[in-house]
């Protein structure tokens, strides 16, 4: 595993491994046990030019390239992920504090996304259109819409670089991925290594590690890229939007969330304590689906609650390499001490603490807290950590009602005992997705992912990843002589 942070702890420019020239380095710590990983020199703002030059430079004749000989390095890269699975997944853990749970989630997710990202490479290409005009044929092309700036967060940062990164090559452009700084390798030179293992041509993909405090806005604001997919918070993602909106860039922007599990009183309540679990505190509570908040119908809410407690205390804390580990470190130091910061906040609120964890540098343990007063502020935010807060309810508007009291509209779920009353429930939520009698957290191929209001714009998976990365262009073909009327 120390090889990878050694060999790819280095800028992936023009089909070359090399340091970048920025003003300082990068450290890519350990959160778990804060031993130096790698030490990385950023990238200048030139370097970054160079980078979406390199892509551009390759693009076009990659676009041309036959699409079975495309589809041919998305299958080996693959193969590459299935036979390193073990070593990447030791990376993940280390790199990001994930847990070996965690590590085989995000890697079983990444190799559903290159699957799918294997068929995009033979999708239509174009159709004919009918014409109202006599002798006119309309031709609709899919045609790649050139180089893709990939920006992507340190929570699921192997998967998310590959959800834009395997798509938008497979459908013929090139990529510029910027990985978030504290995971530079997993979100970023990792994705490179396996591409250019996989025979992908140089230049077409590249990575610069780097930091906005060196280069600014640079990466956004380079004329090359036509989409910048961005994964992260919704602060950065309106400031990201403003940019590209002035220079007509398209973006995807994959934000924040603030989801709600819900349990009505007819819900299975031992399933409903499961899945609530899971969507709050998997990897930390650091996922942007997670359900922050867990609404229960009050005539279930004592037995909810008790059954919620008991799971949530024998959840282990502690070293993410070790398999019984549940909750491992956040992502850093800052992270840690604003989590400590919010449970303080809540209870000089007038919370209650039901279960109240200890922190110990980045390892935080799970809390529990209920009587949030109504008017919190802590009710309508992302908390990106292992907090839970038990808000109880009566009856369905009431649910309602507070689901949809927040700026965020990711994901959520319901827990009823009729899935058409939890279906008429879930499209009352707005939310770009929502599930029926089952956890907050998911994410599928074919599916389209995205959210609504502060959670972002646009959606990847599927179809709609088609759209993200192609545009298309109508070309018609005249059949004779038209008319004109001068």
Known sequence: MSSYFTDLAQQYIDGEWRPGTGAWDIIDVNPYDGDKLASITIAA????????????RVQRAWAATNAFARRAVMERALRLVEEREAEIAEVIIAELGGTRLKAGFELHLAKEFLRESIGLTTTEEGRLIPSPVEGKENRLYRVPVGVVGVVSPFNFPFLLS????APALALGNGVVIKPHQDTP???????????????LP??????????????????????VPKVISFTGSDKVGRHVATVCAGLFKRVILELGGNSALVVLEDADIDYAVDAAV????????????????ILVDRAVAAEFTEKFVT??????????RDPETVIGPVINASQAELISATVDQALADGA???LRGTARDNLIEPSVLTDVPADSPLLRQEIFGPVAFLVPFDGEEEAIRLVNDTPY??????????????????????????????????????????????????????????????????????RGRSGFPF
Not at 162 to 165: E, M, R
Not at 202 to 223: K, Q, R, S, W
Not at 463 to 477: C, G, N, Q, Y
């Open 409 to 478: 509209g990711l994901s959520g779920a319901v827990h009823t005992a009729d899935p058409e009353r939890g279906v008429r429930f879930a499209r009352r939520i707005d939310t770009g997705m929502f599930h029926v009698n089952d956890g907050t957290v998911h994410d599928e191929p074919l599916v389209p992912f995205g959210g609504e209001k502060n959670s972002g714009v646009g959606r990847l998976n599927g179809e709609t990843t088609v759209d993200a990365f192609t545009s298309l262009k109508w070309i018609s073909v005249q």
């Open 202 to 223: 140089p230049g077409l993909l590249n990575v610069v590690i780097t930091d906005i405090a060196e280069v600014g806005d640079a990466f956004i604001e380079h004329p």
């Open 311 to 320: 799971k949530v205390r024998s959840l282990k804390t502690g070293d993410p």
């Open 278 to 293: 899971f969507s709050r505190y998997v990897h930390q509570g650091q996922v942007c689906m997670a359900a922050n908040r």
């Open 162 to 165: 590959l959800k834009s990164v």
């Open 352 to 354: 209650t603490a039901l």
């Open 45 to 56: 703002a030139d370097e970054i030019d160079q980078a979406y030059r390199a892509a551009e």
């Open 185 to 199: 390798v997993c979100g970023g030179t990792l994705v490179a290594k396996i591409f250019e293992d996989a025979g």
